[in-house]
């Protein structure tokens, strides 16, 4: 079966290490704006794992240098270093001769989110079954068209303007086309969900300037519960959002921590986006 993520990700090689992407999926194209991070940051991610030995990634941080455009894109992969265990890799998308993200990539072999020792275990909250999908009735972006995300309750009081459980979200995220999910789905989702400040009541677009992930276990599974929390945004210009993800065995899969600018005002029709 043909993914919509893996298709978003397929990319042409065209030199030693060099590859292209004629262009982007407008699925993770925010209100015909911006790219989402998560997507950009999983096009670096696969194009370093294209030339690499191993299989997934271990840690990847990702500097959004200007922003990603719908046009061609090309990423350059340069190897630092490569062994049998891991690899490590510098990866620049390049638009119309500008660096637009550049990331730091390592690569390996995760191990099985079951036999990890779980000493962070998931908040006991509902499951994403248990949730109504709230995207199917409104959807702010094209994003719900290809993404699954689930407000736990207690953590979308900012939906309805109470912002009185602070600077923090915890969401279940899928893809909807069931896509199992292994460290790539993992690398997109931390920057897949609502900014942080949202639950703060300031809402806009709050571009990411650098984003962290380390993978810890081959996550099992097609559901990741993800908790945000983050620094308030009240002082500007920047805050920061640390991210727990949880596979549905319970295990704590991975984490990232980004920072990003105060929330821009989108324009005229008062959607917002990440």
Not at 25 to 35: C, H, K, P, S, T
Not at 199 to 221: D, E, S
Not at 235 to 260: C, S, Y
């Amino acid at each position: 079966m043909s993914f919509r993520f893996d298709s978003a990700l397929e990319l042409e090689q065209v030199g030693e290490h060099r590859f292209v992407r004629a262009t982007l999926d407008n699925a993770w194209n925010i209100n015909d704006v911006f790219y989402n991070g998560g997507y950009v940051h999983a096009l670096t991610a696969a194009a370093a794992l294209q030339v690499a030995e191993q299989p997934d990634i271990v840690s990847i941080a990702t500097s959004f240098a200007n922003p990603v455009l719908p046009a061609p894109a090309e990423f350059e992969v340069d190897v630092l270093s490569a062994g049998r265990t891991v690899t490590s890799s510098r990866v620049s998308l390049l638009q119309e001769g500008k660096p637009r993200a550049v990331s730091l990539v390592t690569t390996g072999r995760l191990p099985s989110s079951v036999t990890l020792d779980n000493r962070h275990p998931m908040p006991d909250v509902p499951h994403a079954e248990e949730i109504p999908d709230a995207q199917r009735k409104s959807r702010s972006s094209s994003m719900g068209d290809v993404m699954d995300l689930r407000l736990v309750p207690g953590y979308d009081g900012w939906t309805r303007k109470d912002y009185s459980a602070g600077a923090q979200l915890m969401m279940w995220i899928r893809f909807r086309d069931d896509r199992p999910l292994d460290s790539l789905s993992v690398t997109a989702f931390s920057d897949m969900g609502p900014p942080i400040a949202f639950a703060q009541g300031n809402m806009g677009w709050a571009p990411t300037l650098q984003l962290h992930v380390g993978n810890f276990a081959a996550p099992t599974g097609k559901w990741l519960l993800m908790h945000a929390t983050g620094s308030p945004y009240g002082g500007g210009p920047f805050g920061n959002e640390d991210v727990d993800l949880w596979d549905e065995t319970g295990a704590l899969v991975g984490r990232a921590r980004q920072v990003a600018l105060l929330p821009r005002q989108r324009a005229t029709d008062g959607r917002t986006g990440h």
